[in-house]
């Protein structure tokens, strides 16, 4: 939408004729698929990111190159569900460690009110080990801003996964969170989303394995009243 106001602008100046961006479809995250990772796939990950990391440290390279932030933007998104630009506009005022927790301003929620994102012991030992920027308004993962992919991708190709985009580590989070136990409200507040239907609609039919899961516990209840 940026381009084509741009664009609009430039038509409006006399600087061209027309928008070549009119007719450019905007890229739009398909929600009708739903892909997570299974736990050998997590660790497949991690394992290549972990790599990808290592080398970035034995080459000597910057705590804040995007090389060596790879690893810990990829972990908070996995632990957190937050939505690639938010992580990448993520900034040290926003995170309270006291009550374990990341504030997410309007400005950058795709539903454009604040929300708060509650965080484990984990997630919070990695953000407390990032370097902080030098100035206050500079995001965390400023180095991975505008090159994701460059970085991204290689990782991915390593950790051998199939069928599988950054995005997807949001329906990961989602998925274990409600699979460990997480009430369907908790995971809808996380996620940011606007209602609570599209958080059913996207994640509350639970797989073949945690309907057994469920059926195990009911059998164990009616046998032993507990």
Same mark, same amino acid.
């Given at each position: ?9 430039? *038509?409006?100046r ?9 007719? *450019?479809?905007?890229?739009? *995250?398909?929600n ?5 990772? /299974?736990? +050998?796939?997590e ?7 972990? =790599? $990808?990391?290592?080398t $970035?440290?034995e080459?000597g390279?910057? #705590?804040r190159?995007?090389?060596?932030l790879?690893? #810990?933007? !990829?972990?908070v ?23 374990? +927790?990341?504030?997410?301003? +309007?400005?950058?929620?795709k ?10 012991? $984990?997630?919070?030992? !990695? ?5 902080? #920027? @030098?100035? +206050? ?5 400023g180095?991975l801003? @505008?090159n ?5 991708r290689?990782?991915?190709?390593? /950790? ?6 950054f ?8 998925? !274990?969170?409600?699979? /460990?136990? $997480?009430?369907?409200?908790? *995971? ?6 606007a ?14 394995a945690?309907?057994?899961?469920? =059926? ?11």
């Amino acid at each position: 939408s940026r381009l084509k106001t741009f664009f609009n602008f430039a *038509v409006e100046r006399g600087y061209c004729q027309n928008n070549p961006a009119e007719r *450019v479809k905007p890229y739009r *995250v398909d929600n009708s698929r739903i892909r997570y990772l /299974s736990d +050998s796939e997590e660790q497949d990950l991690l394992r290549a990111a972990m =790599a $990808a990391n290592r080398t $970035a440290v034995e080459a000597g390279l910057s #705590p804040r190159s995007p090389q060596r932030l790879l690893l #810990p933007f !990829i972990v908070v998104a996995l632990h957190t569900g937050m939505r690639e630009g938010e992580l990448k506009a993520l900034k040290w005022a926003q995170i309270d460690f006291e009550n374990q +927790s990341i504030e997410v301003p +309007s400005t950058v929620a795709k539903m454009r009110r604040t929300r708060i994102v509650y965080l484990d012991e $984990a997630t919070l030992a !990695i953000l407390h080990a990032l370097p902080r #920027p @030098a100035k +206050s308004d500079e995001p965390l993962f400023g180095g991975l801003r @505008a090159n994701l992919d460059r970085y991204w991708r290689p990782v991915l190709h390593t /950790s051998g996964l199939a069928n599988f985009h950054f995005h997807d580590l949001r329906h990961t989070y989602a998925t !274990i969170a409600l699979a /460990s136990g $997480a009430s369907i409200y908790f *995971v809808k507040e996380q996620l940011g989303h606007a209602d609570i239907q599209t958080t059913i609609d996207l994640y509350g039919h639970p797989d073949q394995a945690a309907h057994r899961d469920q =059926a195990a516990r009911l059998e164990t209840f009616w046998r032993t009243g507990a």
